[in-house]
Nanobody
Framework: VQLQASGGGLVQAGESLTLSCAAS??????RRWYRQAPGNQREFVAS???????YYTDSVKGRFTISRDYAGNTAYLQMNNLKPEDTAIYYC???????????WGQGTLVTVSS
């Protein structure tokens, strides 16, 4: 099972980015995004379950939207109204349906300038 994250980049505050995470090899239950800013611990950003229920950390509610494709193999993170404090490496994390094993993508860097 491999996860490939993409879509990061350098933007100005107030702009938008969409991250993607493509996976293959098995069936997944939950799909999550985490981020890690320099000097900080990795933190939860958003998740979406197989049934489509989504959850967000408070700091991104109303600005970020997590979604997945119909097959469930790709997850997206639409990020609007980006702020400098959103600057981080963003990691995707998929949970295998049957085993519960977690898989991580390689991370994609998002930099938001003020």
């Amino acid at each position: 099972v491999q996860l490939q994250a993409s879509g990061g980049g350098l933007v100005q505050a107030g702009e938008s980015l969409t991250l993607s995470c493509a996976a293959s090899g098995t069936i997944f239950s939950s799909r999550r995004w985490y981020r890690q800013a320099p000097g900080n611990q990795r933190e939860f950003v958003a998740s979406i379950t197989e049934s489509g229920d989504d959850y967000y950390t408070d700091s991104v509610k109303g600005r970020f939207t997590i979604s997945r494709d119909y097959a469930g193999n790709t997850a997206y993170l639409q990020m609007n109204n980006l702020k400098p404090e959103d600057t981080a490496i963003y990691y995707c994390n998929f949970e295998e349906l049957h085993s519960g094993r977690l898989y991580w993508g390689q991370g994609t860097l998002v930099t938001v300038s003020s």
